[in-house]
């Protein structure tokens, strides 16, 4: 960004001159040291460095830009994108299988649901962009070397006419915060645990909708109620029922017991948020 592209924004003027206020404030109320400060820019600096960025961010910060946002609003509860998502994954048409490796670890679990308006009626086509750690809590791009797979469980499914979308995959596990970076350091340093509840990640999009960013979490996780990130919201935890018997395995052509799991998204107009 160069200089000569800037024009004064009133709006960042406020919430900049805000920021200071409150981090100035913030130093004499702790007293804090040269020595601690010096602490501080080092740990930005190893931050960037290490490419944490968006995780620490998102993992301090970005449940509460969701709690404001999110006031008022109208269908399915939001929850927050995180530090993983990847625009342009596969396209793919309902039913589908996310891009997985040949020896995919963990479960096979079928998801499935619909996508409506507020009235109820179906939106035909609407895009279910959806993205997820393996069963070992990696995602592709970000923990998965790209020659090993690409895209890995993740996709961008297209409706039915009907608004219905199914897709297999794989359940995912609860998720660790890298234990190895400044991420995880600050969070043991300050005695926080390090785990999301399992979850998968989904983006929402028809013409004329507002698009919605959000996530399902597998009921029964053990830190659903203390998710690190602070992003479960109740009606977003959902139950992943087994099958094991034999009917339905070879109903599904599944060889080893699998899961279900069902949502129906409701999203909101596009004119809802500009009245
Ligand atoms: C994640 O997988 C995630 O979804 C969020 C919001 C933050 C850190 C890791
Ligand atoms: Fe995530």
């Known amino acids: 960004m160069s200089t000569s592209s800037i024009t004064p924004s009133p709006r960042l003027k406020a919430v900049f001159d805000s920021l200071l206020v409150t981090l100035r404030q913030f130093i004499r109320d702790h007293r804090i040291s040269h020595d601690e400060y010096r602490h501080a820019v080092a740990f930005m600096l190893e931050t960037a460095e290490k490419g944490e960025i968006p995780l620490l961010m998102d993992v301090l910060l970005e449940a509460t830009v969701d709690q404001v946002e999110s006031e008022g609003h109208r269908g399915t509860a939001s929850s927050v994108e995180g530090p993983f998502y990847v625009a342009n994954a596969p396209a793919m048409k309902t039913p589908a299988v996310l891009p997985h490796r040949a020896n995919e670890p963990g479960d096979v679990v079928f998801v499935s649901g619909t996508v409506r308006a507020a009235d109820g009626a179906p939106l035909a086509g609407a895009i279910v962009d959806v993205w997820q750690a393996d069963a070992q809590g990696a995602y592709s791009h970000f923990n998965i070397p790209e020659a090993e797979a690409k895209f890995n469980l993740r996709a961008r499914i297209s409706a039915d006419k009907d ?22 350091d600050i969070l043991k340093a300050t005695g926080r645990h390090p785990w999301r509840p399992a979850h998968i990640h989904f983006r929402l999009s028809q013409p004329g909708f507002q698009t919605l960013t959000t996530q399902l979490f597998v009921a029964g996780d053990p830190y659903i109620d203390s998710d690190v990130v602070g992003a479960v919201k109740a009606p977003l935890v959902i139950n992943f029922a087994r099958h094991e018997n034999p009917a339905e395995l070879r109903e599904r052509g599944q060889q080893r017991p699998f899961y279900t799991a069902r949502y129906d998204f409701v999203l909101a107009s596009a004119l809802a948020k500009a009245a």
Not at 169 to 177: D, G, K, L
């Open 163 to 184: 608004g219905g979308f199914e897709f297999q995959t794989w359940v995912p596990s609860s998720y660790e915060i890298p234990k190895h970076g400044p991420t995880g």
